[in-house]
């Protein structure tokens, strides 16, 4: 498994109530789209968060986050979160709230066929 899954179905709970977002593989793990524009991630046990470039200094700077250095290069306006800035569901939310600001600020995209699945909401509302 490249991904915890377990997270990802607190990140999928998380974001069951909104009908603009999708998933995709990405990054060797799993990314949430909210308008077509990836907001996190999960990548093993780690929660990636696009914050942007105008947020990013300020957040990395936050307890459990650190540069994304994914390829080995920073890659700015994207960080991690280490499990322990997760554990609570508080936490995830907030920084889960975070990435959909930064998306939600970019123009949606129109669906291309990319690989993405159908709204988390119904996902979600299936497995019940």
């Known amino acids: 498994m490249s991904y915890d899954e ?31 524009h990836m907001c996190v991630g999960i990548v093993k046990e780690n929660l990636m968060v696009r914050v942007g470039p105008d947020a990013y200094e300020r957040l990395v700077r936050e ?43 970019l123009p949606a995209k129109a669906s291309r066929g990319r690989g993405g699945t159908d709204p988390l909401s119904a996902q979600v509302a299936s497995r019940q």
Do not use: N, Q
Request: proline letters at 4%.
């Open 63 to 105: 307890p459990h986050a650190r540069v994304m250095d994914f390829t080995g290069r920073p890659m700015k306006g994207l960080l991690y979160v280490s499990p322990e800035g997760i554990e609570s569901d508080a936490d995830l939310e907030r920084w889960i709230a975070r990435g959909i600001s930064f998306a939600t600020s």
């Open 6 to 36: 377990g997270l990802a179905e607190r990140v999928r709970e998380a974001l069951c109530a909104r009908t603009d977002v999708s998933e995709m593989r990405m990054f060797g793990g799993i990314a949430f789209l909210v308008r077509g």
